[in-house]
């Protein structure tokens, strides 16, 4: 139905569509874009890191009266607010977040969620598989855009199944996708981006535990595998499959490295010219740098196609993500500005870190195998003046804890109307400043007697 209305709303308005600025964002937000071209629908897209009320308040009385707007990867959050949407406009909100409440919308307001379906839109679909499956109401021959659709779920970790598989809907999606032999997905040693020199894809696999790059090599020898090729690094991707099995058992065995780490679903994007673009976890993490450095117009390009100037664009954007990541890291492990509480790891970075990036450092430190294992808790400011929490479990802790639940909890006792979402292993709100301490008390002091 969704689908239909939405052939129907041609008009002299391009359709506005508002996604979010992640990796399923944008990826959702391309195959909207492809299904609106080759519809011939005029388009708009805005990319938004988050969806406020304010933000939402605004918007109504800038698009133009009656026009069509799709909000995708977002909006679920803030259902209530559409209320007040009636008969102004024609809106599509096409998400997968959990909704915290259920209204009665009335009918030029459409809320399309796998979470009505009884489909867990946490594991099992993602705002792109969403878009995808309108995609394919439209046009059945726009099934050539699963890859993006598996791309938005890999970008939120979706990929919860069996030897990190997708599962649910998502699967689906796969298999549309290789029944175009457009994606492969067999179980093999999996290290992130292969296509470096064997040495390096080690040693940025920080869960290993390695401390430097002479007990690598030290490693690789004992197994007998050359890191060179006559004068070249062999590349990661130029291992014999008998290598990898010998690399993997050894790992597996002598560093009682976690099977499930290493042999993963290798989701390889047929179709893609580029090397380094095939691996589909790759290609995500491409598009968050995107995001995260606001160039999500790069991102989008990178989806729909375009090998020339988006490639140039994000070898510079990849350069400065990286920068940034460093210098953050740098910052986060000097002068004791990581500190050790009783029960969780806190990174203050209200001064130094940007709110876009706390989540992909305390990311980083919670898979560092020299911390303790604890849950890491990272705070940045806001450009809106609030505080940015982000939490993640440590990769090494076995005590099972939900902290997107826990964050709920702490919410309701201290900010109820603050903004906060994620699921078990990651989860963020947003605050005020004025409360932070009593937050960070009382999730220190919740995760203590869950130990207990
Ligand atoms: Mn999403």
């Given at each position: 139905?969704?689908?239909?209305?939405?052939?129907?709303?041609?008009n002299?308005?391009?359709?506005?569509?508002?996604?979010?600025?992640?990796?399923?964002?944008?990826?959702?937000?391309?195959?909207?874009?492809?299904?609106?071209s080759?519809?011939?629908?005029?388009?708009?897209?805005?990319?938004?890191?988050?969806?406020?009320?304010?933000?939402?308040?605004?918007?109504k009385?800038?698009?133009?009266?009656?026009?069509?707007?799709?909000?995708?990867?977002?909006?679920?959050?803030?259902?209530?607010?559409?209320?007040?949407?009636?008969?102004?406009?024609?809106?599509?909100?096409?998400?997968?977040?959990?909704?915290?409440?259920?209204?009665?919308?009335?009918?030029?307001?459409?809320?399309?969620?796998?979470?009505?379906?009884?489909?867990?839109?946490a594991?099992?679909?993602?705002?792109?598989?969403?878009?995808?499956?309108?995609?394919?109401?439209?046009?059945?021959?726009?099934?050539?855009?699963?890859?993006?659709?598996?791309?938005?779920?890999?970008?939120?970790?979706?990929?919860?199944?069996?030897?990190?598989?997708?599962?649910?809907?998502?699967?689906?999606i796969?298999?549309?996708?290789?029944?175009?032999?457009?994606?492969?997905?067999?179980?093999?040693?999996?290290?992130?981006?292969?296509?470096?020199?064997?040495?390096?894809?080690?040693?940025?696999?920080?869960?290993?535990?390695?401390?430097?790059?002479?007990?690598?090599?030290?490693?690789?020898e004992?197994?007998?595998?050359?890191?060179?090729?006559?004068?070249?690094?062999?590349?990661?991707?130029?291992?014999?499959?008998?290598?990898?099995?010998?690399?993997?058992?050894?790992?597996?065995?002598?560093?009682?490295?976690?099977?499930?780490?290493?042999?993963?679903?290798?989701?390889k994007?047929?179709?893609?010219?580029?090397?380094?673009?095939?691996?589909?976890?790759?290609?995500?993490?491409?598009?968050?740098?995107?995001?995260?450095?606001?160039?999500?117009?790069?991102?989008?390009?990178?989806?729909?196609?375009?090998?020339?100037?988006?490639?140039?664009?994000?070898?510079?954007?990849?350069?400065?993500?990286?920068?940034?990541?460093?210098?953050?890291?740098?910052?986060?492990?000097?002068?004791?500005?990581?500190?050790?509480?009783?029960?969780?790891?806190?990174l203050?970075?209200?001064?130094?870190?940007?709110e876009?990036?706390?989540?992909?450092?305390?990311?980083?430190?919670?898979?560092?195998?020299?911390?303790?294992?604890?849950?890491?808790?990272?705070?940045?400011?806001t450009?809106?003046?609030?505080?940015?929490?982000?939490?993640?479990?440590s990769?090494?802790?076995?005590?099972?804890?939900?902290?997107?639940?826990?964050?709920?909890?702490?919410?309701?006792?201290?900010?109820?109307?603050?903004?906060?979402?994620?699921?078990?292993?990651?989860?963020?709100?947003?605050?005020?400043?004025?409360?932070?301490?009593?937050?960070?008390?009382?999730?220190?002091?919740?995760?203590?007697?869950?130990?207990?």
């Amino acid at each position: 139905m969704v689908a239909e209305d939405l052939q129907k709303t041609k008009n002299h308005y391009p359709i506005y569509i508002f996604s979010h600025f992640d990796a399923d964002g944008l990826a959702a937000a391309s195959i909207l874009a492809a299904t609106l071209s080759q519809a011939d629908i005029n388009y708009q897209i805005r990319i938004l890191e988050r969806l406020e009320y304010s933000t939402l308040n605004d918007l109504k009385d800038t698009l133009p009266h009656k026009s069509t707007v799709i909000f995708s990867d977002i909006g679920t959050g803030v259902i209530e607010s559409f209320s007040q949407w009636k008969q102004s406009h024609e809106i599509f909100i096409l998400d997968h977040h959990s909704p915290t409440s259920k209204i009665e919308l009335s009918g030029n307001i459409r809320h399309l969620n796998p979470h009505y379906f009884s489909i867990n839109g946490a594991s099992e679909l993602s705002g792109a598989g969403v878009a995808y499956f309108v995609s394919v109401h439209i046009n059945p021959q726009n099934k050539y855009l699963a890859p993006l659709a598996l791309i938005g779920a890999l970008g939120d970790r979706q990929d919860q199944g069996e030897h990190s598989s997708v599962i649910g809907l998502n699967k689906l999606i796969v298999e549309d996708a290789k029944k175009l032999d457009m994606v492969s997905d067999d179980v093999s040693v999996w290290f992130f981006d292969r296509t470096r020199p064997i040495i390096s894809v080690l040693r940025r696999a920080e869960f290993l535990g390695f401390e430097n790059e002479i007990e690598i090599r030290a490693f690789l020898e004992r197994l007998d595998i050359p890191i060179k090729k006559g004068e070249d690094e062999r590349a990661f991707y130029d291992l014999s499959e008998e290598e990898c099995r010998r690399l993997a058992s050894e790992l597996i065995v002598q560093y009682n490295v976690d099977p499930n780490e290493i042999y993963k679903k290798d989701y390889k994007l047929n179709h893609e010219d580029m090397d380094f673009l095939k691996d589909a976890r790759v290609f995500v993490t491409k598009l968050n740098a995107c995001g995260k450095l606001q160039r999500p117009d790069i991102g989008i390009s990178l989806c729909l196609g375009d090998r020339q100037t988006t490639l140039r664009a994000l070898k510079l954007i990849e350069k400065e993500y990286s920068r940034i990541i460093s210098q953050n890291l740098k910052w986060a492990l000097s002068e004791g500005h990581l500190q050790e509480l009783s029960a969780i790891h806190l990174l203050d970075g209200r001064k130094s870190i940007n709110e876009r990036m706390i989540g992909t450092i305390i990311s980083i430190l919670s898979s560092r195998r020299d911390l303790n294992p604890k849950p890491f808790l990272g705070c940045a400011l806001t450009a809106t003046g609030k505080v940015k929490i982000s939490m993640r479990l440590s990769r090494f802790q076995d005590q099972h804890i939900d902290l997107g639940q826990l964050l709920n909890q702490v919410i309701r006792d201290i900010e109820p109307e603050s903004e906060v979402g994620g699921h078990a292993a990651a989860a963020g709100a947003i605050i005020s400043e004025t409360f932070l301490s009593d937050f960070i008390t009382l999730v220190n002091q919740l995760i203590l007697e869950g130990l207990q």
